[in-house]
């Protein structure tokens, strides 16, 4: 289990869940487009969501029908 | 070798060392909890990353007793860089000790690797050595 960022971070990037993140698992470069959790590292603790502006953050098990692809959009970006 | 971090003579409060005490039983998880909220109360930036370290070396273990092998390489070698800084001993805590003792689980975790992580001994993971 972990937490997974979706669509609504697209494009907007605020950061605020990094600074709160306390085991650094929140990932991305100037160059991406959206922020990423590391699905491995995630110890599900829930401290990113209510930072997020936009929303994006779930819980693995709750993230909305529509944005199921982004766990795996996760997973895969640490896979580079 | 650097001065010890002017912060590291203040005396551990109740929740640290209950952060510690939960370490020291396996309740990685719990300690992470109590931990962070020491860290996110904290507003001196450079005292915040030796909870963050203590926290993170926590985390790997946990990802350790999950036989989470990449989880418990990344966030191991993380907590150990953020303690280094405040070795040999901060707030009544044998950082030295943690960190060596820490490295020593991960090389082990890196020698087992992926397919051989369960065969690591959970009872055997290091405590924080802490006075009260």
Sequence with gaps: ?80 | MSPIHPRCSDVPTAPMLSAFEQFNRGEYWHQHETLEAVWRAEKDESIRDFYKGILQIGVGFHHVTRRNYNGAVKVLTRGIAHLKPYAPRCMGVETAQLIKEANAVLAQVKAFGENRIEEIKIAELPRIIFEK
Excluded at chain 1, 13 to 31: E, F, Q, R, Y
């Design chain 1, 1 to 80: 289990m972990a937490y997974v960022i979706a669509e609504p971070c697209l494009d907007v990037k605020d950061k605020s869940c990094v600074a709160v993140c306390p085991v650094d698992c929140i990932h991305g470069t100037d160059d991406d487009k959206m922020l990423y959790i590391e699905p491995d590292e995630c110890i599900d603790c829930g401290a990113c969501t209510p930072e997020c502006p936009v929303s994006a953050i779930f819980p693995l098990e709750e993230v909305p029908e529509q944005w199921k692809n982004y766990i795996q959009i996760n997973a895969d970006y640490f896979k580079k």
